[in-house]
C-alpha cells in the first residue's frame, strides 16, 4: 500500500466479485520499548517523538501524562493549554495531510490535469476506475490538493511557536511547556490558525461533500467492526475528565466508559513470542520472534475485554455524539441532517466526513484556548524523579485514534518497563488469539472489487482509516527469506 505512512501489505480474496478473507501485515518491527530499557524516564518524552514524524507531538504528551501519572505531577493552566494548542495544530495538519495527499488521489483521474504535471512519479503508476472523477471536478480538487500543501506548512508553523520546531517539539516535558506565551506570539499564532480555519469551512469540508455526492455509495462500503474506542483529548481543566473530545466507547450498541485495566495485546498471529499474549500493556512484553508459524504482522492485537474495537476520528466524534455533545451533534447533523442514521459514518466516507468535521471542532476550540492563555504566568512545573519504583500510564489521541504509553521504572530511576500501543495498533491489527479480524480486514471483507487488475476499492478502504505503519522501526533485506532485526541501544544521556 502506498500513500500512508510506512509500509502496510494487504492481502485479500476475492470470490464472485467481493472480498472474502483480508489479512493487514505490518511489515515493521517496532523496537523503541526495547530502546527505551535502562534510560532515565525523562528520556522517553523526547525518543517517543521519533516513534512517528507526522504525529510526534501525539506521543510527546502521552509520554509526559505518563510521567506525570507516575509522580504525581500537574501542569499549570498555561502549560496544559499550550500543550492542547501544539497538538491541536497537528491534528489539523495531518487531517489536511491525510485527506488532500494520501486520499484523495484514489477518487481523481488525474490524466491531463493541471497540464500533466502530476502525469509522472510520485502520483505515477496509480489505479484507475472508470467511476472516477473528470473534468473541472477533477481540476478542482488537484487545484486544493496544492494549495494544502501549503495550509500544511502552516499548521506546522503554528504548531512551532509553542512547541519549539515541529515534528518533534522540545518544549513538551513532563510537568507541562517550556514555551513562554507573549502577546506577539499569540498573535502569531491567532493569524494562522485564521487561515486555517478558513479554508477548512470555505474548502476542505467542502470538498469531502463533493467527492461524497459522487460515491455514495461509499457510504454503505467499508462498516468494519462496529465497536469505537476514545481515550479523549484536550483536556479542558485538571481533572483528566473534562475534555473537548470525550473518553469512552461504543461496544455492541452501547455507549460506555474506559478500564485501561480491559485492555489487552493478543500475540497468535504477531510475529512475537506467544509467551507475552494476552497481557495488559502494563505487564506487556516486546519479544520478536521472526520465525513464529502463521504470523503475518509485526503489529499486535489489542482488544477491549476480547473485543475488536476502531479508533479515530469516527470513534471520537461518535462517542462525543452519542455522549450528547452540542457542538458534535451541531457538526453531524450539519452532514446528515436532523436525527441522523449514526451507523452511516460507520463506513468509507463516513471516516472521511468525521475527520473534517473534527478539523473544525478542534481549529475553532483552539480560538477560546489563546484567550486563555496569561503571559503572566509559568507554563511549567519541575519534576523530580524519586528512586524507588514507579509505575504509570499515559492516555491520549493521535490523529489517527487511541493512543496509549505505559511506564515502571525500577529502584534505580531507570526505565524497567515501556509500552506503547498506537492507534494503527488496534486498525490494522491482525487476528488475535480467537481469530477475530481486526477493524481494516472487517472492514475490507463484503467489498465489492470490479477489477482484479484495478482494485481501487482496496485503496479506498484502507486508506479511510489514515493507517501509519511509521509507528515501528525496522530493517529488511530484500531477497532473503526471513527480515533481519537489528536493533541497537545505547547509554542514557
Not at 85 to 92: E, H, I, Q
Request: charged share 20%.
Amino acid at each position: 500500500m502506498t500513500r500512508l505512512e510506512g509500509h502496510l501489505a494487504i492481502e485479500v480474496t476475492v470470490d464472485g466479485g467481493v472480498i472474502t478473507d483480508a489479512e493487514s501485515s505490518g511489515t515493521m518491527f517496532r523496537g523503541f520499548e526495547n530502546i527505551l530499557k535502562g534510560r532515565s524516564p525523562l528520556d522517553a518524552p523526547h525518543l517517543t517523538q521519533r516513534i512517528c514524524g507526522v504525529c510526534p507531538i501525539s506521543h510527546g504528551m502521552a509520554s509526559c501524562l505518563t510521567l506525570e501519572s507516575a509522580y504525581n505531577v500537574t501542569p499549570p493552566a498555561n502549560g496544559r493549554i499550550l500543550r492542547n494548542l501544539v497538538l491541536g495544530a497537528n491534528f489539523v495538519m495531518s487531517h489536511i495531510l491525510h485527506f488532500y495527499h494520501l486520499a484523495a488521489l484514489d477518487y481523481i483521474n488525474t490524466d491531463g490535469v493541471l497540464g500533466g504535471a502530476i502525469d509522472k512519479g510520485p502520483w505515477q503508476p496509480h489505479y484507475y476506475a472508470p467511476d472516477m472523477v473528470t473534468g473541472p471536478t477533477a481540476e478542482l480538487l488537484v487545484g486544493h490538493y496544492v494549495e494544502a500543501l501549503a495550509m500544511r506548512r502552516k499548521a506546522h508553523q503554528m504548531g512551532a511557536i509553542f512547541g519549539g520546531k515541529l515534528p518533534c517539539a522540545p518544549t513538551f516535558v513532563p510537568g507541562g511547556c517550556t514555551a513562554v506565551p507573549t502577546t506577539d506570539s499569540i498573535a502569531d499564532f491567532s493569524t494562522l490558525l485564521t487561515e486555517l480555519q478558513g479554508f477548512i469551512d470555505n474548502t476542505y469540508i467542502s470538498d469531502v461533500l463533493a467527492v461524497a455526492g459522487v460515491f455514495p455509495a461509499y457510504f454503505g462500503i467499508g462498516a468494519g467492526c462496529g465497536n469505537l474506542l476514545a481515550y479523549g483529548v484536550f483536556d479542558l481543566d485538571n481533572s483528566d475528565q473534562n475534555k473537548l473530545l470525550y473518553r469512552g466507547r461504543y461496544t455492541n450498541g452501547s455507549v460506555a466508559g474506559v478500564d485501561p485495566t480491559q485492555i489487552n495485546e493478543d500475540l497468535k498471529y504477531s510475529k512475537y513470542d506467544d509467551a507475552g499474549s494476552g497481557l495488559n500493556p502494563a505487564d506487556g512484553v516486546t519479544e520478536p520472534d521472526v520465525a513464529k508459524t502463521d504470523a503475518y504482522s509485526w503489529l499486535k492485537a489489542p482488544r477491549y475485554q476480547g473485543t475488536v474495537h476502531e479508533v479515530g476520528p469516527l470513534a471520537r466524534m461518535a462517542v462525543n455524539y452519542l455522549s450528547a455533545d452540542p457542538t458534535a451533534i451541531a457538526l453531524i447533523e450539519s452532514v446528515l441532517g436532523a436525527d441522523p442514521d449514526i451507523s452511516v459514518l460507520f463506513s468509507v466516507l463516513g471516516r472521511h466526513a468525521a475527520r473534517a468535521l473534527e478539523a473544525k471542532l478542534v481549529a475553532d476550540a483552539m480560538v477560546g484556548w489563546l484567550d486563555e492563555l496569561d503571559v503572566n504566568q509559568t507554563a511549567y512545573e519541575e519534576v523530580s524523579i524519586p528512586r524507588h519504583v514507579q509505575s504509570g500510564i499515559g492516555l491520549t489521541e493521535a490523529p489517527r485514534g487511541a493512543l496509549g504509553h505505559w511506564i515502571t521504572a525500577t529502584s534505580r530511576g531507570k526505565i524497567d518497563r515501556y509500552q506503547v500501543i498506537t492507534p494503527t495498533n488496534w486498525n490494522a491489527s491482525p487476528k488475535d488469539d480467537s481469530d477475530q479480524n481486526g477493524p481494516i480486514e472487517q472492514a475490507l471483507l463484503g467489498t465489492p472489487v470490479a477489477d482484479l487488475d484495478n482494485p481501487i476499492e482496496v485503496l479506498r478502504v484502507v486508506h479511510s482509516f489514515d493507517p501509519c505503519l511509521a509507528c515501528s522501526v525496522h530493517m529488511l533485506r530484500p531477497g532473503k527469506d526471513k527480515p533481519e532485526v537489528v536493533v541497537q541501544t545505547r547509554p542514557s544521556i
